[in-house]
């Protein structure tokens, strides 16, 4: 006991180590199994042989005092009832008086919920764009200013666990969870992705207040390319290609340090994820390091029973996933509590395999300062969720996100339009610009619509709007035709809605199916022909694409005399646009994917493998030919890029290569340009791509300004990859591009 008699684990002055060594040792095996259960609040419908249906706030309260339950989500997610920022930030209170008065050892809770950009499922939040839009930003500070953003206003809610970063690379823009991703390049992932844990992790590790910090999740390990693009697919992929492209962000992030992985529902070369020992144990724990926790997603246990069909029962699930590596039990609730507590009691998981895992959790819940600060107060959360500084933070992030593909001298919006036209399905939809994990259906009043962002940001332009068309069906293209013709300019935004993984749910996208949809990147006719409907009055037109993923569009970019891509912008993503259009921004995103020209293209990448031609490539399409090329992106500045030089002469003793250029700014316009650096293996014992980001940065430039870009290359992101998961930097020849630029350069053995 300490000196006012409390045991060693209530005492924060005690080492870490020491306070969960103490509370470990108290716990009875049934406060231990409890530990690794979770359940969730809301209406979900799960497998037959996974905990589904309705569970309220007092179901978790009752199983909290029977069964010791450690983790839970009853808010922060789209199945949720509760998400009135005053009423979550109470059941948060409701929940740890729970856990803290009415069990013997007092353990509060892990309140784990989806805040994937932005505190975005409770109303009130900061609503940043998708990670696809922050990718499009390639700027690591400012992700992690978001994730700061996202942790303070989640622990003001008493939310203390984010099931992010997002850390898969999409490499099939069919997959319906590509939005939530930081896009095609393993490098790209990697750093933000890495980025987004720091700042959601900051201060947990002793450097600052742990209560402004949450407990991060990177997901979903391993995931990225389900075959036909379907969400759980199968993942068929090689060896080679599994540790080339999918597993380095994850490694990335591993060594900025992150406190929890979620496993895939997917199966991995033949090998579901929720019981792949070689996969948890072997790779993750072992070849990366990692000794944060293992969270089974939300099916994952019974989709090996009833998909998978690699156990029979779930209590068979349950202790393949422990075996193979998962420590948490994310929705198991009771059900899951008592068959886990009988695989321990009949020998078939034991008990020093439970530890390991109670202790984990019980580390993270220390690190976060659950213990001395279990409790929120419901009216600081108001104040702090959505103030003004994080909705303007929120801003600055959609402003750099937007991505200005083609501009035939159509933009910005000059002095000589008096009238600007705006119709399309995307144009007055807060909803659809925020995209899914977001609180649906919101009031106009929560964010900017691109008509409120021209109304505010346009000084002295008529705006006139006519819908025209829903996402899949015309409504009245009679006032469109006539707002066009008489308008100096037309804004027409197309693209995706609101949905969440295949695409769905119903009673919000529409029918299964229809667009959008996996099978489609192909806009429907209905805005097709909305867009056909304005540009065949002659009038200059703006196509502006608020998507999802890239969508197949290269008729409709051949229509359009500008096109933007805003990916899904959040709340402030209407004025940035606004401010992008006008001018009042200078645009500098740049695309984190490919936009392929049609699904018959796929797959499509920068960093492809060499293709040959064996009757000649005037007889064999291009292997790459999109719409629009990853990292490609337009500004109103105009950007020249001069002396490249490369030094690899240390490359063998740091590990580094040194990669200079200069970049200048030949317009009259203040701009910001991203710093591209591509590196091909010329000759290779295996495959390498055919060029692949190894490096970027952005740089703010002055008109008329010169400066010298230097960028340190780590040596090992030159290496092969062999079929063990093994890399290698071969000496030999290799070639950097930057811009038109390409300097070829020696590494020696």
């Not at 975005?120 to 922050?134: C, D, R, S």
């Not at 742990?210 to 090689?238: C, I, Q, W, Y």
């Not at 068959?339 to 690190?367: C, M, P, Q, T, Y």
């Amino acid at each position: 006991m300490t000196r006012n008699g409390d045991p060693p684990y209530k005492d924060p002055s005690v080492d870490l180590a020491k306070r969960v060594d103490d509370l470990l040792s108290r716990m009875t095996l049934g406060e231990k199994v409890g530990q690794l259960i979770g359940m969730y609040e809301g209406n979900f419908s799960g497998l037959a042989s996974s905990p589904g249906g309705t569970q309220s706030i007092k179901d978790i309260q009752d199983a909290i005092r029977e069964f010791k339950i450690g983790v839970s989500t009853p808010f922060g997610t789209g199945i949720s009832s509760h998400n009135n920022v005053g009423v979550v930030a109470r059941i948060a209170n409701r929940l740890q008086k729970t856990a803290i008065n009415e069990t013997r050892l007092g353990i509060p809770l892990l309140i784990a919920i989806d805040a994937l950009h932005g505190h975005a499922n409770v109303e009130g939040g900061t609503v940043f764009p998708h990670n696809l839009g922050m990718a499009a930003t390639w700027d690591p500070e400012r992700v992690h200013q978001a994730a700061r953003i996202t942790a303070t206003e989640m622990r003001a809610t008493g939310a203390t666990q984010n099931y992010a970063p997002m850390t898969n690379v999409a490499r099939d823009p069919r997959w319906g969870r590509t939005y939530e991703t930081y896009g095609e390049s393993p490098h790209l992932v990697g750093e933000l992705a890495a980025a987004e844990a720091a700042g959601l992790e900051y201060g947990s590790d002793g450097s600052g207040d742990p209560t402004e910090a949450v407990a991060a999740t990177m997901k979903h390990f391993l995931d990225g390319s389900p075959v036909r693009g379907e969400n759980a697919a199968p993942m068929d992929v090689s060896p080679t290609t599994l540790h080339r492209v999918f597993v380095p962000p994850f490694r990335r992030v591993v060594e900025e340090g992150v406190s929890a992985a979620l496993v895939t529902n997917s199966a991995i070369n033949g090998e579901p994820g929720h019981s792949s020992k070689q996969y948890l144990t072997t790779l993750l724990r072992g070849d990366l390091g990692f000794q944060g926790l293992i969270y089974s997603a939300w099916l994952g246990i019974g989709m090996l029973v009833e998909d998978h069909r690699t156990a029979t029962t779930v209590s068979d699930a349950i202790r393949q996933a422990a075996d193979a590596g998962v420590d948490v039990f994310s929705v198991g609730g009771p059900t899951y509590a008592g068959h886990l507590l009988e695989a321990v009691e009949n020998g078939e998981i034991s008990e020093d395999r439970i530890d390991e895992s109670v202790r984990r959790v019980l580390e993270v819940k220390f690190r976060l300062g659950l213990f001395e600060h279990p409790f929120v107060d419901a009216d600081r959360a108001r104040r702090v969720l959505g103030r003004d500084e994080h909705r303007h933070a929120a801003l600055e992030c959609a402003r750099h996100s937007m991505t200005l593909l083609k501009n035939e001298d159509v933009l910005p919006i000059d002095d000589s339009v008096d009238e600007v036209f705006v119709t399309g399905p995307n144009a007055n939809s807060v909803d659809n610009l925020c995209g899914g994990w977001t609180v649906a259906q919101l009031d106009q009043e929560y964010g900017s619509t691109l008509v409120d962002g021209l109304t505010e940001v346009a000084d002295g332009v008529d705006v006139r709007f006519e819908q025209g068309a829903s996402i899949r069906d015309v409504t009245d293209l009679g006032p469109v035709r006539h707002g066009a013709e008489r308008a100096d300019l037309a804004v027409v935004a197309l693209g995706e809605n609101w949905y969440v993984h295949e695409f769905g749910p119903r009673d919000i996208t529409g029918a299964t199916g229809e667009f959008p949809t996996r099978s489609r990147l192909r806009l429907p006719e209905a805005q097709r022909r909305l867009l056909r409907t304005v540009t065949d009055t002659g009038v200059p037109t703006v196509l502006v694409l608020v998507s999802g993923r890239p969508v197949a569009v290269p008729d409709v970019v051949e229509r359009a005399d500008g096109v933007i891509m805003c990916y899904l912008p959040g709340l402030a993503g209407g004025r940035a646009l606004a401010e992008i259009l006008t001018g009042e921004v200078n645009p500098s995103g740049k695309l984190p994917i490919t936009m392929p020209k049609s699904v018959g293209d796929l797959p499509s990448t920068h960093d492809r493998l060499p293709t040959p031609y064996p009757i000649g490539s005037d007889e064999h399409p291009s292997s790459y030919d999109p719409v629009f090329e990853f990292g490609h992106g337009l500004s109103y500045s105009d950007f020249e890029y001069r002396s490249l030089s490369v030094d690899s002469s240390g490359a063998k003793e740091s590990g580094l290569i040194d990669v200079a250029v200069d970049v200048a700014n030949r317009s009259e316009r203040r701009g910001e340009e991203v710093v591209q650096v591509y590196a091909r293996d010329l000759v290779s014992s295996r495959l390498t791509p055919v060029k692949e980001l190894i490096a970027f940065d952005r740089v703010s430039l002055d008109p008329g300004e010169t400066k010298r870009v230097e960028l340190a290359v780590e040596t090992h992101r030159l290496g092969v990859v062999r079929p063990d998961g093994s890399s290698v930097v071969e000496p030999g020849e290799f070639e950097v591009t930057v811009g038109e630029l390409s300097k070829r350069f020696h590494i020696d053995d």
